[in-house]
């Protein structure tokens, strides 16, 4: 029974944090995306996002992530945080870094609608693997039962991203003190921090093994 009160007890922070993040993202991201003008800004974007498989080779080896598809509130909280410098990566960090919010708008409102097929069924609820049912028991309140359709549109869709992608996300919120890597949010770090680097990579292979909506779309520089 103590472990259980201890779990709920914690389960209710990590909720609280992640509410009080989300009001303060909803708060700073009142503009609206143009879908068509984001099209037009991605030029810095398709180099690395636009090519299936492109991984990226500093500072760490990686697929990086699929965007088409996910969640244009969440892409505008990401690219604000690498602006800021909450979130810790050269590349990203110098293209967030000349967006204007309204750019930031545009690009997030492109990349929620590109590849979007409109009324596809859900995938339906992920049934947790018994080795990892307490560790991604938590996740579910913010990522949804499916680990696709989220229970707010600020929190990133998970199935079916690249499984070495979401292990370096991870092993991010646990990196202190390092000037390239390591992201700065109060809930994922205290979700991930206790994490072995056996439940990184299974967690990460889980989540990618999913079905979802997330996509790379082949995109030219010369379209």
């Known amino acids: 029974m103590k472990h259980s009160i201890q779990a709920i007890s914690v389960k209710a922070t990590f909720v609280s944090l992640a509410l009080a993040g989300l009001a303060a993202t909803a708060q700073a991201q009142g503009l609206t995306g143009d879908v068509k003008a984001g099209e037009k800004k991605n030029a810095m974007c398709i180099g690395c996002h636009g090519i299936p498989g492109y991984q990226a080779s500093f500072p760490q080896v990686y697929k ?50 590109h590849g979007r097929t409109e009324g596809a069924a859900a995938p339906a609820q992920a049934t947790l693997p018994d080795g990892l049912k307490d560790k991604l028991a938590a996740c579910v309140a913010c990522h949804g039962t499916n680990f696709n359709n989220t229970t707010d549109p600020a929190n990133p869709r998970l199935a079916g991203q690249h499984a070495d992608y979401l292990a370096v996300s991870l092993r991010a919120y ?41 996509k790379t779309i082949p995109q030219s520089r010369t379209r």
């Open 174 to 214: 646990q990196a202190e003190g390092k000037h390239v890597v390591g992201r700065n949010n109060a809930t994922m770090v205290a979700m991930a921090k206790p994490l072995s680097a056996t439940e990184v990579k299974q967690i990460a292979e889980y989540l990618a093994s999913l079905p979802g909506e997330l």
């Open 64 to 113: 990086v992530p699929k965007i088409s598809g996910q969640n244009g509130k969440y892409i505008a909280a990401a690219l604000d945080a690498y602006r800021k410098g909450d979130r810790k990566h050269p590349s990203m960090n110098g293209v967030a870094g000349s967006l204007t919010d309204q750019d930031i708008a545009d690009l997030a409102a492109y990349y929620e609608a």
